[in-house]
């Protein structure tokens, strides 16, 4: 009885100590990976300041392919949250929101892993003369739990391996992208469409176009026409509160003289005619709601070009969001130019 005494208090004396020395280890977790890609910091960092695409590079997105994913919020930007759950053990259930992005340099997002604790992620997109450098780093505050600070010993040598395995799909997506994305000069010609004026508030400008759109087949299929091509957004005005453009439908040249009759005794709906013209074209993939990096291109590709803005802004919806998914969307921008005169 006496030995198995003093068998115990070694035990407990043992166990004391690793407890101490275990909070003499290292109370902060940081891993960080880094990866040099040919894809501009422009495409990079639209695909990490949201969640739309999260799976197509995420190194945990193929553990469970039943994990149920729901999101909210906007969706990018800082608020955009997404929320997993999953029965597999090394899921589980968790959540993470954007809480800063800094265009397009840097995202950051809080990570909550319920009773595993919480941690901070963050991207650091670096431009370099070919591309960029893309930095991805995760941070855990592992309290004063000695068990949690052992098992931190292992975290960079045990999910080490999967940000690299991430950051080599992101790069390859973003390069992809990248080169999709090329901006470039084009001939348009002349089209004829079937036109809706419409004033939207930004943030209902989804669901009024959808409807203008909606009402313009509408009225071409009580005629028994149908649109051809691809739906279009003509660009008339926009301010930080609101859009005025014209929503418009391709039709074949030889029913638009009778369609411009028809139409004319049409409240709201008319035939207009676009010139054929010489424009700049860059491309977006993802949400409509998110095209601000195509515009930028194209003000870049102007301005080295010694190009001149000669006309109203068009977009054009490649995919029905309907019924595509927000990260197979893709539209091109136009925006109608003259080459400057040389001196």
């Known amino acids: ?125 670096e431009p370099t003369s070919d591309g960029c450098v893309i930095i991805w780093t995760f941070d855990m505050d592992l309290g004063m739990n000695p068990i949690a600070r052992y098992m931190g010993l292992t975290f960079d040598r045990l999910l080490g391996a999967d940000f690299e395995a991430g950051l080599t799909r992101l790069g390859s997506i973003a390069e992809a992208d990248t080169e999709a994305q090329k901006t470039t000069l084009v001939d348009l010609p002349e089209r004829s469409v079937v036109a809706t004026s419409r004033t939207s508030r930004l943030a209902d400008v989804p669901n009024d176009i959808a409807a203008a759109f909606a009402m313009l087949r509408t009225e071409l299929a009580r005629n028994g026409w149908q649109a051809v091509g691809h739906p279009l957004a003509i660009s008339r005005r926009l301010t930080p509160e609101e859009w005025q453009y014209e929503a418009a439908l391709e039709i074949d040249a030889a029913i638009a003289a ?19 013209t010489l424009a700049v074209r860059a491309t977006h993939n993802g949400s409509y709601e998110q095209m601000q990096p195509a515009y930028d291109s194209a003000d870049r590709f102007i301005a080295e070009n010694g190009l001149v803005v000669d006309g109203d802004v068009i977009e054009e919806y490649l995919a029905d969001p309907a019924s595509t998914a927000v990260s197979q969307l893709r539209s091109h921008v136009y925006v109608p130019v003259t080459r400057g005169r040389e001196e």
């Open 258 to 276: 009778g369609a411009r009759s028809r139409f004319r005794r049409s409240p709201g709906v008319k035939v207009l005619t676009l010139p054929a």
């Open 1 to 125: 009885m006496i030995v198995l005494k003093r068998i115990l208090v070694w035990l407990a004396a043992i166990l004391v100590l690793i407890a101490l020395a275990g909070l003499l280890l290292p109370r902060q977790v940081h891993i960080e990976r880094k990866l040099a890609s040919h894809a501009t910091p422009q495409a990079v960092y639209a695909i990490v300041n949201s969640f739309a695409r999260y799976n197509e590079y995420s190194p945990w997105a193929r553990i469970d392919p039943a994990t149920r994913y729901t999101f909210s919020g906007p969706v990018a930007g800082p608020g955009a949250r997404m929320r997993w759950e999953s029965k597999h053990p090394s899921m589980g259930v968790g959540s993470q929101v954007i809480t800063s992005s800094d265009p397009p340099r840097s995202v950051s997002l809080d990570m909550d892993f319920g009773q595993k604790g919480s941690a901070r992620s963050n991207w650091h997109i």
